[in-house]
C-alpha cells in the first residue's frame, strides 16, 4: 500500500515482456517535479508534452501521468525522507519516468540525490544526445555539425567512490600495502582513489551504445578512453567494447580498419563502424570535425566532462537533455542544476527538460510526437520568441517567460504551421548529403581523412592503400604498363599461373628486368618478370613490425594480405615514413 503515490486508474502500466518494452496507447508515464526552478519548467514541459502528444495523434494516444516525490517535495511529505522507498519502487515498476532537478540535502547522509537514484536502480549508462537547432546561440561556426549521442557508464570509475582522505588509517593502510606488497610509489599523504572498470560495466554499456546506433540508424559508435595512459583500466574499457561489438554485433558491424582496409573507405549498406579515440583529441575534434562522430560511448569521468562540453557547443547546459537507464527502466532529467534564485518566477528555459522528454517520446515509440515538438521549437526559436538567456545573445528578440515560451510552442504545433513530414525529409536528407561527403573523402584521400579525424595509425591495415589492381598471369608487360600509367600506380599484382604463386610487378622491375635487358614489353608476360613469391603480411602486424620486415629483407613494400593468403592491399616504406612523419612513433 502506498503511502502518497497515486497511479491514475484511467492508464495501463508498460510491461517488460521477454527483455522488450510493450507501450499502451495511455501509458502512466511517472514525474518528480523537482526543486527550485523545477516546478515552473515542469508545468510547462508537460504542457508541451500533451499537447504534442494529442496533436500527433488525434487523441488515440494520450500519457496519464502519476507525480513521484523526491527532494525537497519528499522531504516535506516523509518526515525528511528525501528518497522514500516508494518513489524507487515505483520508478521501477513504471519503467519510465522523469524528473526536474533536485537539491541534495546537506549532511543527508548523499553525495548527491541522482547518484544515489542511478546506483540505487542501478541506471548504468546515462545517455545525453547534443544537437543544434537553428536559432539558438552558439559559439561555434557551424554548431548543425554537432549531432552527437554520448553514452557515458555510470556505476564505474572514479565515481565508484572508492577514495581514502589523507591522513586517515585506511589511507596509510593502503599506502603501505601499495608501497610494500605492489612496489608502487607516490608522495607521502597522497589521498588514494581506486578505479575500477570492469568487463561486466564496460560491455553493457558498449551494448547498449551500439544497439541504440542500430536502432536509430546511426553510422558509427566511437570508444573514449585514455588507453594510451591508463593500459588495464581504460585501455581495457576500449578492448572489451571491441570484442562486444565482434562477438555480439558481427553482422551488423565493421571495425574503422575494416572501412579503410576491406571497402576502401566506403562505409557498406546497414554496417555500423565501430572506432575509437583519445579521450584529450576528442575533445579537439568535437570542435573542429564534430561531424565526423555519431555515438560516443565512454567511462564516467571522460562522460561528465565530454556531454557538458559538448553541450556548450549548441547552447548550454540549460537546453541540454539526458537520461539515466538500465536495460529497460529509464529515468529522463534535466541535465541542469535547481537555480533557486529563479524559482517560482516563471522565468528559465524549460529546454533541458522538454528535450528529455523529447527523449522518452522517442523511447516509447512515440517518434512523431517527438519530432512535432523539435520542429515548433525551431520555428518559435529562429523567430526569435526566446526566454531571458537566449534574449540576451539574439538581437531583436522577444524576451517571453517560461510559460509563455511553452504557449508560443503549443500554438505553433496547434496551427498548422508545422510541416511534420516535411522537417523529417530535410533532416534525413541532410544526414546523408553529410555522409556522402565524409565517404568521399574517405575514398579519395584516406591518410589525409585519417589525419584530420584524428585517427592514429597503428597496424598496416590502418595504412595500407587498399585493393591492389590485380592482372592475369598471361598479362603482356606493355599492357601492364599501360595500366599502371592509367591508374597512376606503381606497381601491379600478378594473379597465379601454372606455379599457383601470386606476385607482383614494380615500375623498377620492369626497368632492370625488361629495359635495361633490351626486352620488348609487348612479347614479355608479366609473371616472368614478377618477384615471387609475394612477401606479404598480416592485416593486425605492427608499423613497427613491418618496418622491420623490410629493412631486414631489403625490400621498399609488402602486400597485406587476409586469413587465407588473399592480397587486401600494399604498404609501402612511403607510406611509413608518411605516417612517423605525421603522427611520431606509434605506440
Same mark, same amino acid.
Given at each position: 500500500?502506498?503511502?502518497?503515490?497515486?497511479?491514475?486508474?484511467?492508464?495501463?502500466?508498460?510491461?517488460?515482456?521477454?527483455?522488450?518494452?510493450?507501450?499502451?496507447?495511455?501509458?502512466?508515464?511517472?514525474?518528480?517535479?523537482?526543486?527550485?526552478?523545477?516546478?515552473?519548467?515542469?508545468?510547462?514541459?508537460?504542457?508541451?508534452?500533451?499537447?504534442?502528444?494529442?496533436?500527433?495523434?488525434?487523441?488515440?494516444?494520450?500519457?496519464?501521468?502519476?507525480?513521484?516525490?523526491?527532494?525537497?517535495?519528499?522531504?516535506?511529505?516523509?518526515?525528511?525522507?528525501?528518497?522514500?522507498?516508494?518513489?524507487?519502487?515505483?520508478?521501477?515498476?513504471?519503467?519510465?519516468?522523469?524528473?526536474?532537478?533536485?537539491?541534495?540535502?546537506?549532511?543527508?547522509?548523499?553525495?548527491?540525490?541522482?547518484?544515489?537514484?542511478?546506483?540505487?536502480?542501478?541506471?548504468?549508462?546515462?545517455?545525453?544526445?547534443?544537437?543544434?537547432?537553428?536559432?539558438?546561440?552558439?559559439?561555434?561556426?557551424?554548431?548543425?555539425?554537432?549531432?552527437?549521442?554520448?553514452?557515458?557508464?555510470?556505476?564505474?570509475?572514479?565515481?565508484?567512490?572508492?577514495?581514502?582522505?589523507?591522513?586517515?588509517?585506511?589511507?596509510?593502510?593502503?599506502?603501505?600495502?601499495?608501497?610494500?606488497?605492489?612496489?608502487?610509489?607516490?608522495?607521502?599523504?597522497?589521498?588514494?582513489?581506486?578505479?575500477?572498470?570492469?568487463?561486466?560495466?564496460?560491455?553493457?554499456?558498449?551494448?547498449?551504445?551500439?544497439?541504440?546506433?542500430?536502432?536509430?540508424?546511426?553510422?558509427?559508435?566511437?570508444?573514449?578512453?585514455?588507453?594510451?595512459?591508463?593500459?588495464?583500466?581504460?585501455?581495457?574499457?576500449?578492448?572489451?567494447?571491441?570484442?562486444?561489438?565482434?562477438?555480439?554485433?558481427?553482422?551488423?558491424?565493421?571495425?574503422?580498419?575494416?572501412?579503410?582496409?576491406?571497402?576502401?573507405?566506403?562505409?557498406?549498406?546497414?554496417?555500423?563502424?565501430?572506432?575509437?579515440?583519445?579521450?584529450?583529441?576528442?575533445?579537439?575534434?568535437?570542435?573542429?570535425?564534430?561531424?565526423?562522430?555519431?555515438?560516443?560511448?565512454?567511462?564516467?569521468?571522460?562522460?561528465?566532462?565530454?556531454?557538458?562540453?559538448?553541450?556548450?557547443?549548441?547552447?548550454?547546459?540549460?537546453?541540454?537533455?539526458?537520461?539515466?537507464?538500465?536495460?529497460?527502466?529509464?529515468?529522463?532529467?534535466?541535465?541542469?542544476?535547481?537555480?533557486?534564485?529563479?524559482?517560482?518566477?516563471?522565468?528559465?528555459?524549460?529546454?533541458?527538460?522538454?528535450?528529455?522528454?523529447?527523449?522518452?517520446?522517442?523511447?516509447?515509440?512515440?517518434?512523431?510526437?517527438?519530432?512535432?515538438?523539435?520542429?515548433?521549437? %525551431?520555428?518559435? &526559436?529562429? *523567430? /526569435? @520568441? +526566446?526566454?531571458?538567456?537566449?534574449?540576451?545573445?539574439?538581437?531583436?528578440?522577444? $524576451? =517571453?517567460?517560461?510559460?509563455?515560451?511553452?504557449?508560443?510552442?503549443?500554438?505553433?504545433?496547434?496551427?498548422?504551421?508545422?510541416?511534420?513530414?516535411?522537417?523529417?525529409?530535410?533532416?534525413?536528407?541532410?544526414?546523408?548529403?553529410?555522409?556522402?561527403?565524409?565517404?568521399?573523402?574517405?575514398?579519395?584521400?584516406?591518410?589525409?581523412?585519417?589525419?584530420?579525424?584524428?585517427?592514429?595509425?597503428?597496424?598496416?591495415?590502418?595504412?595500407?592503400?587498399?585493393?591492389?589492381?590485380?592482372?592475369?598471369?598471361?598479362?603482356?608487360?606493355?599492357?601492364?604498363?599501360?595500366?599502371?600509367?592509367?591508374?597512376?600506380?606503381?606497381?601491379?599484382?600478378?594473379?597465379?599461373?601454372?606455379?599457383?604463386?601470386?606476385?607482383?610487378?614494380? %615500375?623498377?622491375? &620492369?626497368? *632492370? /628486368? @625488361? +629495359?635495361?635487358?633490351?626486352?620488348?614489353?609487348?612479347?614479355?608476360?608479366?609473371? $616472368? =618478370?614478377?618477384?615471387?613469391?609475394?612477401?606479404?603480411?598480416?592485416?593486425?602486424?605492427?608499423?613497427?613490425?613491418?618496418?622491420?620486415?623490410?629493412?631486414?629483407?631489403?625490400?621498399?613494400?609488402?602486400?597485406?594480405?587476409?586469413?587465407?593468403?588473399?592480397?587486401?592491399?600494399?604498404?609501402?616504406?612511403?607510406?611509413?615514413?608518411?605516417?612517423?612523419?605525421?603522427?611520431?612513433?606509434?605506440?
Amino acid at each position: 500500500m502506498t503511502q502518497h503515490i497515486q497511479y491514475p486508474e484511467s492508464g495501463e502500466k508498460i510491461r517488460v515482456v521477454d527483455g522488450r518494452m510493450q507501450v499502451p496507447d495511455n501509458p502512466i508515464l511517472g514525474y518528480v517535479e523537482g526543486d527550485g526552478i523545477g516546478p515552473d519548467i515542469t508545468r510547462a514541459s508537460m504542457r508541451i508534452w500533451d499537447a504534442a502528444v494529442e496533436k500527433a495523434y488525434g487523441g488515440k494516444r494520450k500519457v496519464h501521468w502519476a507525480e513521484l516525490y523526491m527532494g525537497e517535495k519528499a522531504a516535506g511529505l516523509y518526515d525528511g525522507d528525501y528518497f522514500p522507498a516508494e518513489t524507487q519502487e515505483a520508478l521501477e515498476d513504471l519503467i519510465v519516468s522523469i524528473k526536474g532537478p533536485l537539491t541534495t540535502p546537506v549532511g543527508g547522509g548523499f553525495r548527491s540525490l541522482n547518484v544515489a537514484l542511478r546506483q540505487k536502480l542501478d541506471l548504468y549508462a546515462c545517455v545525453r544526445p547534443v544537437r543544434h537547432y537553428d536559432g539558438v546561440p552558439s559559439p561555434l561556426q557551424k554548431p548543425e555539425e554537432v549531432d552527437v549521442v554520448i553514452f557515458r557508464e555510470n556505476t564505474e570509475d572514479v565515481y565508484a567512490g572508492l577514495e581514502y582522505q589523507s591522513g586517515t588509517d585506511e589511507n596509510r593502510k593502503l599506502a603501505k600495502f601499495l608501497r610494500e606488497e605492489m612496489g608502487a610509489t607516490f608522495f607521502d599523504d597522497a589521498g588514494l582513489g581506486v578505479k575500477p572498470i570492469s568487463p561486466f560495466g564496460s560491455k553493457r554499456l558498449v551494448r547498449k551504445a551500439i544497439q541504440y546506433a542500430i536502432d536509430n540508424n546511426r553510422e558509427s559508435v566511437t570508444l573514449v578512453h585514455k588507453g594510451n595512459i591508463m593500459k588495464f583500466t581504460e585501455g581495457a574499457f576500449r578492448s572489451w567494447g571491441y570484442e562486444v561489438a565482434r562477438e555480439e554485433f558481427g553482422d551488423v558491424t565493421i571495425t574503422e580498419d575494416e572501412l579503410y582496409s576491406t571497402y576502401g573507405g566506403k562505409r557498406p549498406e546497414g554496417k555500423i563502424v565501430i572506432k575509437d579515440r583519445i579521450a584529450d583529441i576528442i575533445f579537439q575534434l568535437m570542435l573542429l570535425r564534430p561531424n565526423d562522430f555519431d555515438v560516443l560511448a565512454t567511462m564516467n569521468l571522460n562522460g561528465d566532462y565530454l556531454s557538458d562540453a559538448c553541450a556548450a557547443e549548441v547552447g548550454g547546459i540549460g537546453i541540454a537533455p539526458g537520461a539515466n537507464m538500465s536495460d529497460n527502466v529509464a529515468v529522463f532529467e534535466a541535465t541542469h542544476g535547481t537555480a533557486p534564485k529563479y524559482a517560482n518566477q516563471d522565468k528559465v528555459n524549460p529546454g533541458s527538460l522538454l528535450f528529455s522528454g523529447v527523449m522518452m517520446l522517442e523511447y516509447i515509440g512515440w517518434q512523431e510526437a517527438a519530432d512535432l515538438i523539435r520542429a515548433a521549437y %525551431q520555428k518559435v &526559436v529562429t *523567430s /526569435r @520568441i +526566446v526566454t531571458y538567456d537566449f534574449a540576451r545573445q539574439i538581437e531583436g528578440a522577444t $524576451e =517571453v517567460k517560461t510559460s509563455q515560451f511553452a504557449d508560443a510552442i503549443i500554438e505553433t504545433m496547434q496551427s498548422g504551421r508545422v510541416d511534420l513530414a516535411k522537417y523529417q525529409q530535410e533532416r534525413e536528407q541532410a544526414i546523408e548529403q553529410d555522409r556522402k561527403v565524409r565517404e568521399l573523402r574517405r575514398v579519395s584521400s584516406p591518410l589525409e581523412e585519417m589525419i584530420a579525424s584524428g585517427r592514429t595509425p597503428h597496424t598496416v591495415g590502418d595504412l595500407m592503400n587498399p585493393n591492389p589492381v590485380s592482372v592475369p598471369a598471361e598479362t603482356s608487360v606493355e599492357d601492364a604498363m599501360h595500366l599502371m600509367r592509367e591508374k597512376r600506380i606503381s606497381s601491379v599484382i600478378t594473379q597465379p599461373g601454372p606455379d599457383g604463386d601470386w606476385g607482383i610487378m614494380t %615500375q623498377r622491375d &620492369v626497368i *632492370s /628486368r @625488361i +629495359v635495361s635487358k633490351n626486352r620488348q614489353p609487348s612479347s614479355v608476360r608479366v609473371d $616472368e =618478370v614478377a618477384s615471387k613469391p609475394l612477401k606479404t603480411v598480416p592485416l593486425d602486424m605492427s608499423l613497427h613490425d613491418c618496418a622491420e620486415k623490410m629493412a631486414s629483407e631489403n625490400i621498399r613494400r609488402v602486400v597485406v594480405v587476409d586469413n587465407v593468403g588473399e592480397p587486401l592491399g600494399i604498404i609501402s616504406d612511403t607510406d611509413i615514413f608518411a605516417s612517423v612523419e605525421q603522427f611520431g612513433l606509434p605506440e
